[in-house]
């Protein structure tokens, strides 16, 4: 009697191969026996159930790994499971971490609400010194987490600094690259022992995927990362990782046309009358111009953010006179989209803190995008324009 006719049929052979990476979505890989499955345990090679890794995150996290001349980095559902993912691996209950007072809101948020639930003491503070930061240490301190460029503020860390205490002190230094970008900036070449991305933003580009990357210099903090994230299920779409290494073929040339775009959209906007304030590392004004120049070079990113003044009423009305630029709570898009921290990414902190650290209502994030040349700037000043006018 013959086989079943119901199943799957196998898969094609060709002689030939395809030019673009295949999208595999399956779930499941099918081995010859316990013998050929245990092998591929062992070995840590192959593919068995795609929570514990699949092709498309493997090649995708492979082009980031070459960017950040890192080795091992693994992809991850979002941005923030990276986030959790590098602190889980390198702290445990009864330690502490130090943490920028300026981090993305949801980073912010982690380390105020989630780590300490977990036992994890945190401090959070202004890390343009290492000397604040070195009085921030514990006995049981294990870690120091900070961002290449701050999101909002485009605020610099003393990373050279700061590198070098973690050095001094045996501790780990964490690094989040996304506003930066390797483009401008490696971490690991400045002493960073974790990096960590958002590849939702600039890397993947095209706001239609959400994923994030962690890696680290350690092997055994390697291990530990890849059984967090395959115990605590923070394994990555198949098609978001296909999309985004479609768009990390484009990231060079997209991260310099927005970097052209920002720098001219800071400087028209610093010359505009109804602007309080312009923060963009390369602006002469910038409060960390020097380390900005140390650490970046003549790189600026494509973030832009600004103050406007007033409360939410104004806000309100420059984002109706704004009417052409999205108003969207994310960035690293092809298009220019503007944000309002307030109400999105910073809104779990009080007014008061937001208003400390300079996030008040009149206070905008510009991701800038891939427009013509000098497209972008006017259609900013014609806003403000009419806010003035009005």
């Not at 989630?114 to 202004?126: A, N, Q, W």
């Not at 395959?230 to 479609?246: H, I, K, N, Q, Y």
């Not at 970046?296 to 103050?307: E, K, P």
Request: proline content about 6%; glycine content about 12%; aromatic content about 6%.
């Amino acid at each position: 009697m013959s086989g079943p006719k119901t199943g799957r049929p196998p898969w094609p052979r060709s002689a030939s191969a395809p030019l673009v990476s295949p999208l595999q979505p399956s779930v499941v890989y099918t081995s010859e026996g316990p013998d050929a499955l245990d092998a591929i345990y062992g070995q840590g090679s192959g593919y068995t159930y795609a929570r514990e890794g699949h092709p498309n995150a493997d090649v995708t996290a492979g082009m980031i790994d070459r960017l950040e001349g890192a080795e091992g980095g693994i992809l991850t559902g979002s941005g923030m499971a990276a986030v959790t993912a590098a602190l889980l691996a390198v702290a445990r209950a009864g330690d502490h971490v130090v943490g920028s007072d300026q981090l993305y809101g949801r980073s912010l948020r982690l380390l105020n609400e989630t780590l300490p639930g977990l036992g994890i003491e945190t401090s959070l503070l202004e890390t343009g010194d290492a000397a604040r930061v070195a009085a921030a240490l514990r006995e049981n301190t294990c870690a120091v987490l900070i961002e290449t460029v701050s999101n909002p503020t485009i605020r610099i860390p003393d990373i050279a600094g700061i590198a070098a205490l973690c050095r001094a002190r045996g501790l780990r230094l964490l690094v989040d690259n996304t506003f930066a970008t390797p483009r401008a900036f490696r971490p690991f070449e400045h002493g960073a022992d974790l990096v960590i991305h958002s590849v939702t933003k600039l890397l993947s580009g095209h706001s239609d995927t959400t994923l994030g990357y962690v890696a680290a210099r350690e092997a055994e903090v390697r291990e530990r990362i890849v059984t967090l994230a395959v115990t605590m299920g923070l394994t990555p779409s198949p098609f978001d990782a296909w999309l985004a290494e479609r768009g990390l073929l484009t990231f060079a040339l997209r991260y310099d046309r927005a970097e052209a775009n920002a720098a001219e959209l800071a400087g028209a906007l610093a010359g505009h009358g109804g602007v309080e304030r312009v923060l963009y590392p390369q602006s002469p004004d910038h409060p960390d111009r020097a380390r900005a120049v140390a650490l970046l070079g003549n790189r600026g990113s494509h973030m832009v953010s600004f103050d406007i003044g007033g409360g939410r009423a104004r806000a309100e009305r420059f984002i109706r006179e704004l009417s052409a630029i999205p108003f969207a709570p994310t960035l690293g898009d092809v298009t220019t989209t503007i944000s309002h921290p307030a109400t999105s990414s910073h809104r779990g902190l009080t007014a008061e803190a937001r208003e400390a650290h300079g996030m008040g209502e009149g206070f905008f994030r510009v991701s800038v995008g891939c427009e013509e040349a000098g497209a972008v700037a006017p259609v900013f000043l014609a806003a403000l324009n009419r806010l003035r006018s009005g």
